[in-house]
């Protein structure tokens, strides 16, 4: 029977993990354990390669070069449904000039209007916004001198976070052609907040999101309907290999099984990326 | 222009032929194309307009607004979906206009919401960050708002889309910004050459925020009621029953204005503006949470809460079924 697949859309800035995440599934993949199973074997898979080394010799995997930044395509059967995982450009680089010049090139226009899911990849940086009036009195705070004022009356170049992604989703939204006259029912959206064993919080990943981004969950909340909204944790890399026993870890075990996810409802980490598509 | 008629009674594309929800009509699902309107698209002489305009398959494709603060061409980007709402800052120069749209977008930024409403988009998500720059001390250091600027040509359009939980209508709100000068010139004539932007805020906005500057107060005293309440005046004059909201900004400062002064800028404001209500305002942080920050959103609160009192209400039809007269009974269809 030749059933539709499943079209999960992944999209995320650069340093948001989407490489190693990509080959610890990659690996579950060749390993045949747990429910996802390789439909097609992918045409190219060079950057997850590189990634792989690096994890199996207990190294983090390392930015993914400009150049690399091609599509990749995943043709999965999830429990026997098919599912394809499109990846439009696993470095990030493309999504930070979408944000900044504002158009899509063909291939993310196709993608972005035939997927039924999209997975943001959101990294919540440990380190804090700058203070703003709302969190400290203009008396605590020295005057810059008259030149930097001039400079920030000026062209802005650095935005705000969650401004950044919510301007992504009505972009998207905007080359989809979809209203939000209505709450939206499809595609789903699901906000993954990766790196999540670095944010050291025990909050479910709705609320850490609140805590960091909450315009963005706000402007998620009004715009789709709650069945079609989650937010989950992701931990691609389970924790940081920066000392010898973690690495140690990563080079005598399967470094896949190390990853999880933290589900929305219960805030559970759950060794098992495949429940991030279903 | 395809005829037809769509499901959504708050839409207008029947009569303007642009979607509410700024699609192309054939792709809207509540757009109903009439048999006529149909024939005609599938006819030979002419191609469907919108077919041209569309981008090529394999074509790069941006999008119709930029981020930056919309002028009067770009409105049609917001109207063509509703009416929107124009909520408009009425003050003098360095009353703390810009400052008190910067602090709408900080609040939100830092998690504050609004009370009836749920923030939904916006097309001018840049003009907002451009205004809450001033608020950040990115590098701890402050820097002051940069002042609108005084030209009298110089104004721009933030934009916010709201959705009400309630029954999760969508509302469009724009809120116009223009230089306090053109304020004070259009206070003294009201036919003053420069004053043209501030004639088209005040002819077209739904509600005002009149800005009641306590610094001012403070610094100038007496001095500073007059321009002020001939400023009010004006405001008054046409107001037709819209809504004001009197708002006392940088309230910060409240306690150094004189008890005669304050007395005097509250009895000019009863005299033009009667029982409106009033607010204090304030940038700068005294108490964590502070009241007079959090009142930036609360404003804005008030006065959607008024404007969705003040709108009329459709009367109620009798039912069809009383009447015998087929005059009366006839309901267009």
Same mark, same amino acid.
């Given at each position: 029977?030749?059933?539709?697949?499943?079209?999960?859309?992944?999209?995320?800035?650069?340093?948001?993990?989407?490489?190693?995440?990509?080959?610890?599934?990659?690996?579950?993949?060749?390993?045949?354990?747990?429910?996802?199973?390789?439909?097609?074997?992918?045409?190219?898979?060079?950057?997850?390669?590189?990634?792989?080394?690096?994890?199996?010799?207990?190294?983090?995997?390392?930015?993914?070069?400009?150049?690399?930044?091609?599509?990749?395509?995943?043709?999965?059967?999830?429990?026997?449904?098919?599912?394809?995982?499109?990846?439009?450009?696993?470095?990030?680089?493309?999504?930070?000039?979408?944000?900044?010049?504002?158009?899509?090139?063909?291939?993310?226009?196709?993608?972005?209007?035939?997927?039924?899911?999209?997975?943001?990849?959101?990294?919540?940086?440990?380190?804090?916004?700058?203070?703003?009036?709302?969190?400290?009195?203009?008396?605590?705070?020295?005057?810059?001198?008259?030149?930097?004022?001039?400079?920030?009356?000026?062209?802005?170049?650095?935005?705000?976070?969650?401004?950044?992604?919510?301007?992504?989703?009505?972009?998207?939204?905007?080359?989809?052609?979809?209203?939000?006259?209505?709450?939206?029912?499809?595609?789903?959206?699901?906000?993954?907040?990766?790196?999540?064993?670095?944010?050291?919080?025990?909050?479910?990943?709705?609320?850490?999101?609140?805590?960091?981004?909450?315009?963005?969950?706000?402007?998620?909340?009004?715009?789709?309907?709650?069945?079609?909204?989650?937010?989950?944790?992701?931990?691609?890399?389970?924790?940081?290999?920066?000392?010898?026993?973690?690495?140690?870890?990563?080079?005598?075990?399967?470094?896949?099984?190390?990853?999880?996810?933290?589900?929305?409802?219960?805030?559970?980490?759950?060794?098992?990326?495949?429940?991030?598509?279903? | 222009?395809?005829?037809?008629?769509?499901?959504?009674?708050?839409?207008?594309?029947?009569?303007?032929?642009?979607?509410?929800?700024?699609?192309?009509?054939?792709?809207?699902?509540?757009?109903?194309?009439?048999?006529?309107?149909?024939?005609?698209?599938?006819?030979?002489?002419?191609?469907?307009?919108?077919?041209?305009?569309?981008?090529?398959?394999?074509?790069?494709?941006?999008?119709?607004?930029?981020?930056?603060?919309?002028?009067?061409?770009?409105?049609?980007?917001?109207?063509?979906?509703?009416?929107?709402?124009?909520?408009?800052?009425?003050?003098?120069?360095?009353?703390?206009?810009?400052?008190?749209?910067?602090?709408?977008?900080?609040?939100?930024?830092?998690?504050?919401?609004?009370?009836?409403?749920?923030?939904?988009?916006?097309?001018?998500?840049?003009?907002?960050?451009?205004?809450?720059?001033?608020?950040?001390?990115?590098?701890?250091?402050?820097?002051?708002?940069?002042?609108?600027?005084? *030209?009298?040509?110089?104004?721009?359009?933030?934009?916010?889309?709201?959705?009400?939980?309630?029954?999760?209508?969508?509302?469009?709100?724009?809120?116009?910004?223009?230089?306090?000068?053109?304020?004070?010139?259009?206070?003294? =004539?009201?036919?003053?050459?420069?004053?043209?932007?501030?004639?088209?805020?005040?002819?077209?906005? *739904?509600?005002?925020?009149?800005?009641?500057?306590?610094?001012?107060?403070?610094?100038?005293?007496?001095?500073?009621?007059?321009?002020?309440? *001939?400023?009010?005046?004006?405001?008054?004059?046409?107001?037709?029953?819209?809504?004001?909201?009197?708002?006392?900004?940088?309230?910060?400062?409240?306690?150094?204005?004189?008890?005669?002064?304050?007395?005097?800028?509250?009895?000019?404001?009863?005299?033009?503006?009667?029982?409106?209500?009033?607010?204090?305002?304030?940038?700068?942080?005294?108490?964590?949470? =502070?009241?007079?920050?959090?009142?930036?959103?609360?404003?804005?609160?008030?006065?959607?809460?008024?404007?969705?009192?003040?709108?009329?209400?459709?009367?109620?039809?009798?039912?069809?079924?009383?009447?015998? *007269?087929?005059?009366?009974?006839?309901?267009?269809?």
């Amino acid at each position: 029977m030749n059933q539709a697949a499943n079209r999960v859309l992944i999209i995320g800035k650069p340093g948001t993990s989407k490489t190693t995440f990509l080959a610890q599934l990659f690996e579950v993949l060749q390993l045949g354990r747990g429910r996802l199973r390789l439909r097609e074997t992918p045409a190219n898979t060079v950057a997850i390669e590189q990634a792989r080394r690096r994890l199996a010799s207990g190294k983090s995997t390392e930015s993914t070069p400009a150049a690399q930044n091609q599509t990749l395509r995943l043709s999965l059967l999830l429990a026997g449904q098919p599912l394809e995982l499109e990846f439009p450009d696993y470095g990030g680089e493309q999504v930070n000039a979408i944000i900044r010049e504002r158009q899509l090139g063909p291939e993310w226009i196709q993608m972005c209007r035939e997927s039924d899911e999209w997975l943001i990849f959101i990294r919540l940086h440990d380190h804090e916004e700058p203070h703003d009036v709302l969190t400290k009195a203009t008396m605590e705070v020295e005057l810059a001198p008259t030149q930097s004022a001039l400079e920030s009356a000026g062209e802005l170049t650095i935005f705000n976070e969650a401004v950044e992604l919510i301007e992504l989703l009505q972009l998207l939204l905007a080359v989809r052609e979809l209203g939000i006259q209505q709450p939206l029912r499809h595609p789903r959206l699901k906000l993954v907040l990766t790196l999540w064993d670095e944010l050291g919080t025990a909050d479910r990943p709705e609320q850490a999101l609140a805590a960091r981004l909450p315009l963005l969950l706000q402007f998620a909340r009004s715009n789709w309907i709650p069945e079609a909204l989650e937010v989950w944790g992701l931990s691609a890399q389970g924790f940081r290999l920066d000392t010898p026993e973690n690495q140690d870890k990563y080079q005598d075990g399967t470094p896949s099984e190390y990853a999880y996810v933290v589900t929305p409802k219960h805030g559970e980490q759950v060794h098992d990326l495949s429940l991030l598509f279903e | 222009m395809p005829t037809g008629r769509c499901t959504n009674s708050a839409c207008v594309a029947a009569k303007t032929g642009l979607c509410f929800d700024n699609l192309t009509l054939e792709k809207c699902p509540r757009w109903v194309a009439t048999e006529m309107a149909q024939a005609k698209s599938a006819g030979p002489r002419k191609a469907p307009v919108t077919a041209s305009k569309r981008p090529r398959a394999g074509a790069i494709q941006g999008v119709d607004w930029t981020g930056d603060a919309l002028h009067l061409p770009d409105l049609e980007l917001v109207s063509r979906r509703s009416s929107p709402m124009l909520l408009a800052t009425v003050g003098e120069a360095a009353a703390g206009k810009s400052s008190f749209l910067g602090m709408l977008h900080t609040l939100l930024l830092r998690g504050h919401c609004l009370r009836d409403h749920t923030f939904a988009g916006s097309l001018t998500l840049l003009g907002w960050e451009k205004l809450a720059l001033a608020l950040r001390f990115p590098k701890g250091q402050a820097t002051d708002q940069p002042p609108t600027p005084a *030209d009298p040509d110089y104004y721009r359009l933030l934009h916010w889309a709201l959705r009400r939980p309630d029954d999760g209508s969508l509302l469009d709100v724009l809120f116009p910004d223009a230089a306090g000068e053109v304020f004070s010139q259009w206070a003294v =004539d009201e036919q003053d050459i420069n004053a043209e932007n501030v004639r088209w805020i005040y002819r077209h906005a *739904d509600a005002f925020f009149f800005f009641v500057d306590c610094e001012a107060l403070a610094e100038q005293r007496g001095a500073a009621v007059a321009p002020l309440a *001939d400023l009010a005046s004006r405001l008054a004059q046409g107001l037709r029953g819209r809504p004001v909201l009197v708002v006392w900004s940088k309230a910060d400062r409240l306690s150094d204005v004189r008890e005669g002064v304050r007395e005097r800028m509250v009895r000019q404001l009863t005299l033009v503006f009667g029982d409106a209500p009033q607010l204090y305002i304030s940038k700068e942080l005294d108490a964590q949470p =502070d009241p007079k920050q959090l009142a930036n959103l609360q404003a804005v609160d008030d006065v959607l809460a008024r404007l969705a009192q003040w709108r009329p209400t459709v009367p109620e039809l009798d039912a069809i079924g009383h009447r015998t *007269d087929l005059f009366l009974r006839y309901r267009g269809r």
